[in-house]
């Protein structure tokens, strides 16, 4: 059932989100709420709209239908005025997206800066800050995400899971008011998934307020506070974890979805 | 080999260098930041413009520079177009050259992962930051060589500028030869002179891939 809580509570609120490419329609009147310092973890199968949804919340995806508000504010679109929407003019665009970090699947690090230039450079560009402040501030967001000693690196240096802890501590030195993550260890090797998600784990239990699009069940059971399941484009339900990875999930698409991984024990 | 010409020809030939010098090097950079220009319009517009754009392009790329050089020197006037020989080939270099230059940095566009933009767009970086920051420092790595290969078809360009009557290197070499009757040691020296520039051009462009393939190298 779509998520029914008040939204006093929400950074972020979704509501009626559609979005379409063509002919394919990728997102079905969805509504969601995102509550300051929790774990909402996006789960379902493959193409079921989780990246989609989680790209139209800082309007990576522009969606159509419906609005997706950041402490009340509209993201991407012109707000009231009547026939079509208009979209925001960049430099709003542009304010508006400081205060949402994103993590991406494939770390998307800038390759020519190393670790501590690729975490200082958003402070000096987009926040203004000095160079030795924005330094000061990066340098204190690689401890975090405890690769202090690796601030010279450049990334072709550094394993996946180094990068992709370079990628969060980029996130967090912005400190916005979310972060949202995209498939975050999946491109990573076995070996590598604990570290970033022991990072995530801090971070939640310092009261960050994420967005996991995730494939690491265990993770979503353990560590979210809602986990959101969606399936074609809909989202079916968005609870706690225990009434989605209990012994009897109430919806079938759920209890199919779960079947693939309970048949090889992660959960 | 009769020393003794160039005592007499030397200053002029210098100052026949100077211009080539002046026509490349203004033309060359001139021509590559309105490719670099064209190639950010059309990375960030419509149907119609990368129309319009692409129109250009051919249209440029298709004819050659002389036919260029001539409309440009004695068919501006008829447009109120007035130019001195050496505007009119500097002028001619950037035209000539920005189609060429625009398709290198459209490249290097399309060769910087989609992931490299959206990584900074979802940080508040505007379009033009990006660019500057982000990709141009990205697509040097794969565009210096092509880039250092155009400047130095360009240096050898400059000879044709002599046709609207450049006071360049080849135009006072040919003076120098006719006048003199030799024909050996001018064009000798003259094709030393190129070659110095062409030398000058690979060493630089060297120089600049190595500085932006540092993170290559470096663990």
Not at chain 1, 172 to 201: C, Y
Not at chain 2, 140 to 165: D, G, H
Request: with cysteine; charged share 20%.
């Amino acid at each position: 059932m779509p998520d029914t809580a008040t939204s006093a509570e929400s950074i972020i609120t979704v509501r009626g989100l559609g979005k379409r490419y063509g002919d394919f329609q990728a997102l079905t009147g969805v509504d969601l709420d995102v509550r300051k310092s929790e774990v909402t973890c996006l789960i379902g199968p493959s193409g079921s709209g989780k990246s989609t949804l989680l790209r139209c919340m800082n309007f990576l995806e522009a969606y159509e239908e419906g609005e997706v508000r950041l402490d009340g504010e509209l993201i991407g679109w012109q707000e009231g005025s009547s026939g079509p929407r208009r979209p925001l003019p960049g430099r709003r665009l542009r304010e508006q997206r400081r205060h949402i970090g994103m993590v991406f699947q494939q770390f998307n690090l800038w390759p020519h800066m190393s670790a501590l230039e690729n975490v200082a450079e958003a402070l000096v560009q987009v926040q203004g800050m000095t160079k030795a402040e924005a330094n000061g501030r990066a340098m204190a967001a690689l401890e975090k995400v405890n690769l202090k000693d690796k601030a010279g690196n450049y990334p072709s240096a550094l394993s996946g899971g180094q990068q992709q802890r370079v990628a969060i501590a980029r996130a967090i030195a912005m400190e916005p008011r979310v972060i949202l993550f995209d498939e975050p260890t999946s491109a990573l090797d076995p070996e590598l998934v604990g570290e970033v998600l022991n990072v995530m784990k801090a971070m939640a239990t310092e009261g960050m307020t994420m967005v996991v699009v995730t494939h690491e069940m265990g993770f979503a059971a353990h560590v979210a506070s809602r986990v959101a399941f969606l399936d074609h484009g809909r989202l079916v339900a968005c609870v706690p974890p225990p009434e989605i990875f209990g012994a009897d999930p109430a919806d079938p698409r759920i209890r199919s979805f779960l079947q693939t991984y309970r048949e090889r024990n992660v959960v | 080999m009769e020393l003794d010409l160039f005592v007499r020809y030397g200053p002029a030939l210098l100052h026949g260098f100077g211009i080539t010098i002046l026509c490349w090097i203004a033309g060359s950079l001139g021509g590559m930041a309105l490719g670099f220009l064209i190639a950010c319009i059309y990375q960030w517009s419509g149907r119609w413009i990368r129309g319009l754009l692409q129109a250009y392009i051919e249209i440029v790329r298709g004819t050659p520079f002389m036919i260029q050089l001539f409309i440009l020197y004695y068919g501006g006037p008829h447009f109120g177009l007035l130019l001195s020989p050496v505007e009119a080939g500097i002028a001619g270099f950037v035209v000539y050259g920005s189609p060429y230059f625009a398709e290198i940095f459209r490249a290097g566009f399309a060769s910087t992962p989609k992931g490299q933009f959206e990584a900074a767009r979802c940080m508040g970086f505007s379009e033009w930051t990006i660019v500057r920051r982000i990709v141009l420092p990205q697509m040097l790595v794969s565009i210096t060589a092509p880039l250092t290969n155009f400047v130095i078809i360009l240096t050898k360009e400059t000879a044709i500028l002599s046709v609207v009557t450049v006071p360049e290197l080849l135009y006072e070499t040919q003076t120098m030869a006719a006048e003199t009757f030799t024909y050996v040691e001018p064009f000798l020296v003259l094709s030393l002179f190129y070659w110095a520039m062409v030398e000058f051009t690979s060493w630089l462009g060297r120089r600049v891939e190595l500085r932006v393939t540092r993170h290559l190298r470096r663990a």
